[in-house]
């Protein structure tokens, strides 16, 4: 066990995104923790990107949940848990089963989750455990059932080895899963060609071979476009068809109900129709097809209707089950996998099997479970929709934080913050949940957690502890096992450790099993130490090891084992956008984040390359309101408001804007997505719709701005207007405001900010134009440093955050402090591009002008996208716009 003491390295899983890639961690003593990509795994090869590569500044004890808490006051263990188990056992026996629900995460592992599932499903008798994989991957697990009969992902990684093509379909790789974008960037070295289907040109259509910019929710129109062109041209592969698919001519007779000539679809989804004509015959043309589709699919009241439209094209061209060929839904969760094998969605009881009568019987005598759950439970928009009117009297939310990731968050909010009792069990004791928690139980972090994940290809990896559990912290399954064992369910509940837990499910994935795909059948033996060496392995696993690619003989699980083609209308939009709401509001993630920020800001470097939360807009629509650069921007929706930055840019669609989703109270309380976005679902999965939202912009038109740098950090005095976000930075907290108040307002909050503050204070103040500017030193170090101006100019930040990390200031320093400058030196104020080396994009400009022509050399004069390479395609899109200086010869 570790004890935080230096030892051998230990390798393990990165917790973010559903590459899966392993990591190679090295304790150093205390909460040291040196982080490398592990080269033997296969997800990823050795390599990180700029997230997995922080990991070891996210470990420190920095706002970790150490102790239980009942009513914000630390409680022992025994007492929690018994809180816990009394408050569901009483709102089960007063109101039923159904009364009580789970919100878990693909952050918890496969131990976990299914512990938590077992509990619910079995001994509870309710379907209410759903998972925050709802909100990323459930359209595409509606649309494998429907199409292979079971939530199986055909291809594996190979595959993106060896397609000539690979379709993106609302899939930003290039920033959502970098270690997977890099591997294909290699290869279109040797000629694989890229397709990118999204209404941004992110940077992964940024230097693709063809980005078609469709309109948004256009996407079935265009894959049933690509399917009756490719009947046109005779590339269906009529064999195949024949010998293992359903379905092919009703999708036809649906498909021949339009018009699909190539200028319609093109008119219809607004792309060129000479583009989508090179669409249509590359893919037409080209065997080995990879389509690839996330978020941008998936997070769609159309989203079972877009994976079925393109599971369609490939099965209709026989493109699955072979090496390079095959459609390819991409997790965002590092363990989304793992949650949809043990049944931690409301619609699946367990081990991919359903709620008939048979597989309820399996499940219960293989549990030996006193009650069953009767059928499906509430998926996670519904289920907080029951908790706020009163329907559920009592949630256990695991590992996430629904308060800021849910739509229309500020209803969950409300539902919270009126349920008769709310648990939550996490690593962080300040996220925007556990401030509604009235029993907060500590769990395990990255680096402490001992279990096992699944990555998108199937592919079950080890996460192994480097680090000594902090404090109380203990692991999740441990916590619901206590819990469990309180409602009197203890026998079942009796594990020593997650390698018991491990080999229970194994077992159940091969308990009664007569042609389910899911099985770990040999691994229901694994002894205590193989279980700890347990290499990676992709499922189903045999005895001869783990399976790469699915459906190779053209058997599916169905029950006549063909596949599934299925009819799908294209349709518009569930809400229009009106004059009202004339633009489409469409949110995702940003390069160097994860999820609500709760891990990702603890390491300063990944909030270089997006500091703050903004809108991005393309000019035609910044222009009629006035926004430029970085303006604050109100955005509204029928849901509520934000304030955030504008970056104005073309690769923003027209109609359309983005905005990140991570941003939460805790961070920019203003300045949050979610609360913005209707709670509108895909029928089928109950997957939100996160990619439009009928939206519109306007300037903020501050009359006041400022900033504040403290050593802790600081949040808004109540009842203030402002607007407000905390930067998280390396020896302090960045915290930037602007208010339409007048001089008061900003009296008021220089006051609140800089009570109490002992020490030297300096002061600068200009009347005329509204500029005040103080600092505050403790001895030789700064303490305080508060900017605010109605009419002035405020200077860059760089400069004096970094006197937060000098041990004292010099004269010269201590002289410049209220100018925010130091004399003499020339500042760089462009965004940041390489986190991993803090390289902005002003000096890599200058390299491109001075003669860098290609990333190699950009990178040996400014050391960017020499590290992880996150930055690459940035890096990439800098060197296809900027000129070199042409130098001439004076001679
Ligand atoms: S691509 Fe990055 S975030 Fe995803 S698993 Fe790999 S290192 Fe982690």
């Not at 009969?149 to 291809?155: E, F, I, N, Q, R």
């Not at 359903?246 to 018009?259: H, W, Y």
């Not at 096992?481 to 837990?501: C, I, K, L, N």
């Not at 997957?687 to 939202?693: I, R, S």
């Amino acid at each position: 066990m570790a004890d935080g003491s230096p030892h051998a390295a230990v390798k393990t899983t990165c917790p973010y995104c559903g590459v899966g890639c392993g990591v190679t961690a090295t304790p150093g003593g205390g909460r040291v923790l040196g982080v490398r990509g592990d080269a033997d795994h296969p997800a990823n090869l050795g390599r990180l990107c700029s997230k997995g590569a922080a990991l070891g500044s996210t470990v420190g004890l920095e706002g970790r949940l150490l102790q239980p808490r009942i009513a914000g006051r630390p409680a022992p263990w025994p007492v929690a848990i018994r809180a816990v188990a009394q408050a569901f056992s009483r709102t089960v026996a007063e109101h039923g089963p159904d009364a009580v629900a789970f919100y878990v995460s693909g952050q918890l592992l496969t131990e976990d989750y299914y512990v938590a599932n077992k509990l619910m499903k079995g001994f509870i008798g309710s379907g209410n455990i759903d998972t925050n994989s709802r909100l990323c991957m459930a359209s595409a697990v509606a649309a494998h059932k429907l199409a292979f009969g079971a939530d199986l992902v055909p291809g594996c990684y190979e595959d993106l080895d060896l397609a000539d093509l690979v379709v993106f379909s609302g899939h930003n790789a290039a920033w959502t899963h970098p270690v997977l974008f890099r591997r294909m960037e290699a290869r279109r070295e040797r000629g694989q060609r890229h397709v990118v289907i999204d209404p941004r040109r992110t940077d992964t259509a940024e230097g693709c071979d063809l980005h078609l910019p469709l309109a948004p929710q256009t996407d079935v129109r265009l894959w049933n476009g690509l399917l009756a062109d490719l009947m046109r041209r005779g590339a269906v592969d009529r064999g195949y068809v024949a010998a293992h698919v359903s379905g092919f001519a009703d999708v036809e007779a649906q498909l021949n109900a339009d018009d699909q000539s190539v200028h319609a679809v093109a008119a219809d989804c607004g792309v060129a129709a000479a583009d989508l004509e090179t669409f249509f015959r590359l893919f037409a043309e080209t065997p080995r097809t990879v389509s690839l589709f996330s978020m941008g699919a998936n997070q769609s009241a159309q989203g079972v209707a877009k994976g079925l439209a393109i599971l369609n094209a490939h099965l209709a061209t026989g493109r699955i089950g072979k090496p390079g060929a095959a459609p390819f839904s991409i997790t965002g969760q590092p363990n989304a996998m793992g949650g949809r094998e043990v049944g931690g969605m409301a619609n699946m009881l367990a081990a991919h099997m359903d709620f008939d009568e048979a597989s309820r019987a399996r499940v219960q005598r293989f549990w030996g479970s006193p009650v069953m759950a009767a059928g499906p439970g509430l998926k996670a928009v519904d289920m907080f929709e029951a908790v706020r009117d009163g329907r559920i009297k009592a949630i256990w939310i695991m590992a996430t934080n629904p308060a800021v990731s849910l739509p229309n968050a500020s209803r969950v909010r409300e539902a919270l913050s009126g349920c008769p009792f709310v648990a939550v069990s996490d690593c962080m004791g300040d996220t925007d949940s556990v401030a509604y928690a009235h029993v907060a139980l500590p769990a395990l972090g990255w680096g402490e957690k001992d279990g096992t994940v699944t990555n998108s290809e199937r592919r079950i990896s080890r996460q192994r502890p480097a680090l000594a559990a902090p404090g109380e912290a203990r692991p999740d399954w441990r916590i619901v096992a206590d819990v469990a064992g309180a409602m009197g369910f203890g026998d079942a509940f009796a594990w020593r450790g997650p390698a018991q837990v491990f080999r229970e499910w194994a077992r159940l994935t091969a308990y009664e099993n007569q042609g389910r795909m899911l099985s770990l059948g040999p691994l229901a033996t694994i002894t205590p130490d193989a279980y700890e060496t347990l290499a990676p392995v992709q499922w189903p696993v045999t005895a001869g090891g783990g399976t790469a690619r699915l459906f190779t003989d053209g058997r599916f699980p169905t029950p006549d084992g063909r596949a599934r083609m299925i009819p799908v209308a294209a349709a518009g939009p569930a809400q229009p956008t009106d004059a009202a709401y004339p633009l489409s509001l469409n949110t995702g993630r940003v390069r160097d984040h994860w999820h609500t920020l709760t891990r990702t800001a603890l390491a300063p470097e990944l909030g270089r390359h997006a500091p703050e939360p903004y809108v991005e807009i393309h000019p035609t629509d910044a222009a009629p309101q006035g926004l430029t650069e970085g303006r604050l921007t109100r955005v509204a929706t029928a849901q509520g408001q934000a304030v955030v930055v504008a970056r104005v840019s073309d690769r923003q669609r027209p109609g359309s804007i983005f905005m990140p989703m991570h941003w939460s109270a805790a961070y920019a309380p203003s300045g949050q997505a979610n609360p913005l976005v209707a709670q509108i679902v895909d029928p089928r999965s109950g997957q939100p719709e996160f990619k439009h939202t009928p939206a519109r912009v306007a300037p903020y038109r501050e009359t006041w701005r400022g900033f504040f740098l403290a050593r802790t950090a600081w949040s808004p005095p109540k009842g203030t207007e402002v607007v407000w976000r905390r930067i998280p930075q390396t020896g302090c907290q960045l915290h930037e405001f602007a208010g339409r108040g007048d001089e008061p307002e900003r009296e008021a909050l220089r006051q609140a900010l800089t009570r109490g503050a002992g020490g030297d204070r300096l002061r600068y103040e200009d009347a005329s134009a509204g500029s005040v500017r103080e600092a505050f030193l403790a001895g030789d170090r700064v303490d305080r440093v508060f900017f605010a101006t109605a009419a002035g100019a405020l200077p860059p930040r760089d400069w004096l955050i970094e006197l937060f990390a000098a041990p004292a200031l010099g004269a010269a320093q201590r002289a410049a402090l209220l100018v925010g400058r130091e004399p003499g030196t020339l500042l760089e104020t462009g965004p940041v591009v390489c986190s991993c080396r803090n390289v902005r994009a002003d000096r890599i400009a200058a390299a491109i002008v001075a003669g860098a022509t290609d990333l190699n050399a950009v990178g040996e004069a400014t050391g960017a996208g020499a590290t992880c390479g996150s930055c690459r395609p940035e890096i990439a899109r800098m060197l296809s716009q900027i000129p070199a200086l042409e130098v001439r010869d004076a001679a």
